[in-house]
């Protein structure tokens, strides 16, 4: 996929005042500082459409964009350990958890992992709520370029066998970097085709 056209679209405290559902939706969250701003840049080729920062929880509100005047790309704030008040994180949280509940036109969530990390109980309880939800999700381990090609490998499979546990049928995945542009096209080719089956449904 080639995108031509980004536009802001609007930036929602509340589910309610986001974009009426009439572009398929793909949404990105993810633990705070997981690199979730520098992914959603290397996507888009804007090098500040997402605002990084080395600050965790930077994104409060849920962000949309218009992809070539065909889907939304959604950034959405992240969880975890993010540098803002105990009520303001817990708002955080609520928001995400009624974004995935209302939003009927989210064809995929985009979970980005850390790659360098053994499984955190908070992501494990984020993909569980996805599935007991049966919210359609990818994951995408971020920071790849941080690990030798033998310590991903080991780090994947430590995270599918945790996984392995709870789930008969593991989630698909992307393995990324913002610095070499590792997975852009592969989540690119991933959108692209399933807007395309939209279409034919």
Not at 33 to 47: C, D, F, P
Not at 111 to 123: E, F, N, Q, V, W
Not at 143 to 153: I, T, V, Y
Request: charged content about 20%; hydrophobic content about 35%; overall charge positive.
């Amino acid at each position: 996929m080639l995108i031509k056209s980004t536009e802001f679209i609007k930036s929602s405290a509340n589910v309610k005042h986001c974009p009426a559902p009439d572009y398929p939706e793909y949404a990105f969250t993810g633990r705070s500082n997981v690199g979730k701003s520098s992914l959603i840049n290397l996507l888009t080729g804007k090098k500040s459409l997402a605002k990084t920062s080395s600050t965790p929880g930077k994104t409060r509100l849920v962000n949309h964009f218009l992809i070539n005047n065909q889907w939304y790309l959604v950034d959405l704030p992240g969880y975890g350990y993010a540098r803002v008040p105990k009520k303001m994180r817990k708002g955080l949280g609520q928001l995400i958890s009624q974004y995935i509940a209302n939003r009927n036109n989210l064809v995929c969530l985009f979970l980005l992992i850390d790659s360098r990390h053994a499984p955190l109980s908070s992501d494990i309880a984020f993909i569980n709520l996805l599935g007991e939800n049966q919210v359609p999700f990818m994951l995408v381990f971020t920071k790849c370029d941080k690990l030798s090609g033998g310590q991903l490998d080991r780090n994947l499979n430590v995270y599918f066998n945790h996984l392995k546990k709870e789930w008969e049928t593991l989630p698909g995945y992307f393995c990324t970097s913002a610095l070499n542009q590792t997975g852009k096209d592969d989540i690119l080719s991933f959108i692209s085709q399933t807007n395309a089956e939209l279409k034919m449904r």
